[in-house]
């Protein structure tokens, strides 16, 4: 339903967590910046508490593509993986590095800390930048690189 034909991102944390145990990855965080919400990763990991799913994203009262309320703020998993889906949904468009930066310095840091991941995956949709035609965000490359060395810790 959504742009990505295939998942790389999702595809490898479910590979690392449940076909590889060898490699001692057993928790992954998934970081989504793509301006507009990853639905198949977030039904990938509904009720796996092995894949945290963190998602900041153009929502507008859920009529942002790909529409609906997966992306709201109280879509957070289910049984064992509720509590391990996180939404943070933008209501207009022109978020830029200010907006962002807090949500990394006020939400997903502190999460990622206390959840202590394996291994961190970036599902990294630039279509949040300053003067994509679509997403109409305001992301500078500055602003993308400070939200990477911010999860990288």
């Given at each position: 339903m959504?742009?990505?034909?295939?998942?790389?991102?999702?595809?490898?944390?479910?590979h690392?967590?449940?076909?590889?145990?060898?490699?001692?990855?057993?928790?992954?965080?998934?970081?989504?910046?793509?301006?507009?919400?990853?639905?198949?990763?977030?039904?990938?990991?509904?009720?796996?508490?092995?894949?945290?799913?963190?998602?900041?994203?153009?929502?507008?009262?859920?009529?942002?593509?790909?529409?609906?309320?997966?992306?709201?703020?109280?879509?957070?998993?289910?049984?064992?993986?509720?509590?391990?889906?996180?939404?943070?949904?933008?209501?207009?468009?022109?978020?830029?590095?200010?907006?962002?930066?807090?949500?990394?310095?006020?939400?997903?840091?502190?999460?990622?800390?206390?959840?202590?991941?394996?291994?961190?995956?970036?599902?990294?949709?630039?279509?949040?930048?300053?003067?994509?035609?679509?997403?109409?965000?305001?992301?500078?490359?500055?602003?993308?690189?400070?939200?990477?060395?911010?999860?990288?810790?």
């Open positions: 959504g742009f990505c034909l295939f998942n790389n991102v999702a595809i490898a944390a479910k690392l967590v449940h076909e590889r145990p060898d490699l001692g990855v057993q928790k992954v965080l998934i970081v989504d910046w793509d301006v507009h919400h990853g639905n198949g990763t977030q039904h990938m990991f509904w009720t796996d508490p092995h894949v945290l799913y963190f998602s900041v994203h153009r929502f507008d009262a859920g009529t942002f593509y790909p529409g609906g309320d997966d992306g709201f703020y109280n879509k957070i998993g289910e049984g064992k993986g509720a509590g391990y889906n996180i939404n943070v949904p933008w209501e207009q468009g022109k978020c830029g590095d200010a907006d962002y930066l807090a949500v990394w310095d006020h939400v997903l840091v502190p999460v990622a800390k206390s959840y202590d991941p394996d291994m961190v995956l970036i599902s990294g949709g630039f279509d949040a930048a300053l003067g994509d035609p679509l997403g109409g965000c305001r992301l500078t490359p500055y602003g993308y690189s400070l939200m990477t060395k911010k999860v990288s810790k």
